[in-house]
Nanobody
Framework: QVQLVESGGGLVQAGGSLRLSCAASGSTFLTNVMGWYRQAPGKQRELVATITRGGTTTYADSGKGRFTISRDNAKNILYLQMASLKPEDTAVYYC?????????WGKGTLVTVSS
């Protein structure tokens, strides 16, 4: 019963910043872990970052030091702040709820980083 809707994707130049948002509705009270995944053209979907309800975070090596995941539990919104973007960050970014494996997915939002 969890619904996830991503927003904030777009075109940005290398070195720029972008913030993605994910609005969650439904049984979010039962979801401890939320996260962001991405899928580049011709590649498999990969984990970007996760966060628990209490604020504990994990990051894939690709985004460490550049990406920040956060959540507003009162508003049921998940965020991904991306800085120092690189062309290899170009992908469709997906919001997820539940972990190992995620149980719910959003439709994705496209991020394109130009060189």
């Amino acid at each position: 019963q969890v619904q996830l809707v991503e927003s904030g994707g777009g075109l940005v130049q290398a070195g720029g910043s972008l913030r993605l948002s994910c609005a969650a509705s439904g049984s979010t009270f039962l979801t401890n872990v939320m996260g962001w995944y991405r899928q580049a053209p011709g590649k498999q979907r990969e984990l970007v970052a996760t966060i628990t309800r209490g604020g504990t975070t994990t990051y894939a090596d690709s985004g460490k030091g550049r990406f920040t995941i956060s959540r507003d539990n009162a508003k049921n919104i998940l965020y991904l702040q991306m800085a120092s973007l690189k062309p290899e960050d170009t992908a469709v970014y997906y919001c997820s709820a539940g972990f190992n494996p995620p149980h719910y997915w959003g439709k994705g939002t496209l991020v394109t980083v130009s060189s």
